[in-house]
């Protein structure tokens, strides 16, 4: 076998959907983790400083954002070991690679396997969907709050109508009812549009929200891979084809299938 042949070999073992998924999910987490991390911290900040002048006020929601951070921490491994190990289902059950090592028939434990990794995966998907709709709040939060500010700039010539333009924290219950001041309004508010702490925070809140939409989309690309794989699996089981791997990538099936047929052609024609 020339170069050539054992290099094209070695492509056509490759999972390229599952590779594709893995780079997005990766790159998903990645975005989501670090920026909304970083936008935990600068939101209490910005609460601390403009908000709230009692520690009291903000206590619950400090501790709020700190359970938050220790969450994302435990998210972002389980993220990495769980692409990690759906890429290599996706390598070890695509056929082309099966052939690489040797012919290897479907087991039970194989399609159990695949089947509890669809599962798995869909359940995540909807899950994830929850986190990528709550990730969008914070964006939603900003976004009035850079509207009101632009307005407030706008109307600069009637300071009695910019007195009336407030963001109130307490509204979208980051703080208790209680706080003081709890609101910032007018020329106060447009300040603190105008600080570097908001337009960071702001830019790493959309940041995060792309993040679990990569993410979000990379769960779906698994789904949609991993369940064709298996789909395919049990046509070809109804078939009567006996082939060396459970799960093929897609583009991989239609070449399994003719290979069947020919396989079973001798037998048909002897019938």
Not at 15 to 37: D, E, K, N, Q, R
Not at 50 to 59: E, T, V
Not at 182 to 202: F, N, P
Request: proline share 3%.
């Amino acid at each position: 076998m020339g170069c050539y042949d054992c290099c094209m070999r070695c492509l056509g073992g490759v999972p390229y959907c599952s590779l594709v998924a893995t780079l997005l999910c990766f790159s998903g987490i990645a975005l989501f983790c670090g920026c909304g991390h970083q936008a935990l911290t600068e939101t209490e900040r910005l609460i601390e400083t403009y908000f709230a002048r009692n520690l009291q006020d903000y206590i619950t929601l400090a501790f709020i954002i700190q359970y938050f951070q220790y969450f994302i921490y435990g998210l972002a491994t389980f993220f990495f070991v769980y692409c990690i190990v759906l890429l290599a289902e996706g390598f070890y059950t695509t056929s082309a690679a099966k052939q690489t090592f040797g012919e290897f028939r479907s087991t039970m434990c194989g399609r159990c396997l695949s089947s509890s990794f669809i599962v798995m995966t869909y359940v995540l998907a909807v899950l994830w969907l929850l986190v990528f709709a709550f990730s969008a709040l914070p964006v939603y939060f900003f976004y009035n709050m850079d509207a009101t500010c632009h307005t407030i700039d706008v109307l600069t010539e009637t300071p009695a109508s910019i007195n009336q333009l407030c963001v109130d924290a307490r509204q979208y219950g980051l703080l208790p009812w209680n706080a003081v001041p709890g609101k910032a309004c007018g020329i106060t508010l447009s300040g603190v549009c105008k600080t570097r702490e908001y337009r960071m925070t702001y830019d790493l809140y959309i940041a995060a929200f792309a993040g679990a939409g990569i993410t979000l989309l990379a769960l779906l690309t698994y789904t949609v891979s991993t369940t064709y794989n298996f789909a395919v699996l049990r046509y070809l089981g109804r078939k009567g084809a006996m082939f060396p791997a459970i799960g093929f990538e897609p583009g991989e099936a239609e070449a399994q299938v003719e290979r069947g047929e020919e396989r079973l052609r001798p037998v048909w024609e002897a019938a």
